[in-house]
């Protein structure tokens, strides 16, 4: 089944008015912290970002809103699920929208490079553009950042540090192995 898409809606949309909610969720690189509203997941933040960036005033602990969400992480760390299909709705401007969407076509256990997503999103030379849109990527994990690699092969950055980047690969690799 394929995934849905992530949306590109205003963000004066009905999901934009609904509260915001968070929820902690144990995982084996860490917490993982959720925030969204009941209607969508606008963002999965490892506890080294700090406070999430997309949240307001209003924001309130509501673990049963992400309830899918935490039992799908759950199934991905036990290399049970490849693919994520939860409602989303990022904060990020037309071309971030547009890398983050093609991140989430990168197959589970693949990467790409920052060169190989500029030519995708119909960028050729915009690899560093590229490469900010994935440092901005807002929801960790579920739009697989992770999976972008360094023209040459080697890890480069990543925003849960580069040790998560490589148990993230490495369980990746490990599992597909064994489907």
Same mark, same amino acid.
């Given at each position: 089944? *394929? /995934? +849905?898409?992530?949306?590109? $809606?205003?963000?004066? !949309?009905?999901? #934009?008015?609904?509260?915001?909610? &968070?929820?902690?969720? *144990? /995982? +084996?690189?860490?917490?993982? $912290?959720?925030?969204? !509203?009941?209607? #969508?997941?606008?963002?999965?933040? &490892?506890?080294?970002?700090?406070? +999430?960036?997309?949240?307001?005033?209003?924001?309130?602990?509501?673990?049963?809103?992400?309830?899918?969400?935490?039992?799908?992480?759950?199934?991905?760390?036990?290399?049970?699920?490849?693919?994520?299909?939860?409602?989303?709705?990022?904060?990020?401007?037309?071309?971030?929208?547009?890398?983050?969407?093609?991140?989430?076509?990168?197959?589970?256990?693949?990467?790409?490079?920052?060169?190989?997503?500029?030519?995708?999103?119909?960028?050729?030379?915009?690899?560093?553009?590229?490469?900010?849109?994935?440092?901005?990527?807002?929801?960790?994990?579920?739009?697989?950042?992770?999976?972008?690699?360094?023209?040459?092969?080697?890890?480069?950055?990543?925003?849960?540090?580069?040790?998560?980047?490589?148990?993230?690969?490495?369980?990746?690799?490990?599992?597909?192995?064994?489907?």
């Amino acid at each position: 089944m *394929a /995934s +849905p898409s992530i949306s590109r $809606t205003a963000p004066t !949309t009905s999901v #934009a008015r609904e509260p915001r909610v &968070f929820t902690v969720v *144990a /995982s +084996p690189v860490g917490d993982l $912290t959720l925030t969204g !509203t009941t209607e #969508a997941l606008t963002g999965c933040w &490892f506890e080294c970002h700090g406070k +999430p960036t997309n949240v307001g005033p209003d924001l309130r602990r509501d673990d049963s809103a992400f309830a899918e969400a935490a039992t799908q992480l759950a199934a991905y760390f036990a290399g049970e699920r490849t693919d994520f299909d939860l409602s989303l709705h990022p904060t990020g401007t037309p071309f971030q929208l547009q890398v983050w969407e093609r991140l989430r076509a990168i197959p589970y256990g693949e990467t790409r490079t920052y060169g190989d997503l500029a030519v995708e999103v119909g960028s050729p030379g915009a690899s560093r553009a590229v490469g900010l849109a994935n440092g901005r990527n807002p929801l960790s994990i579920i739009v697989p950042c992770h999976r972008v690699i360094g023209a040459d092969g080697s890890l480069t950055g990543y925003g849960g540090g580069m040790d998560r980047k490589r148990y993230l690969l490495d369980l990746e690799a490990g599992v597909r192995s064994l489907l």
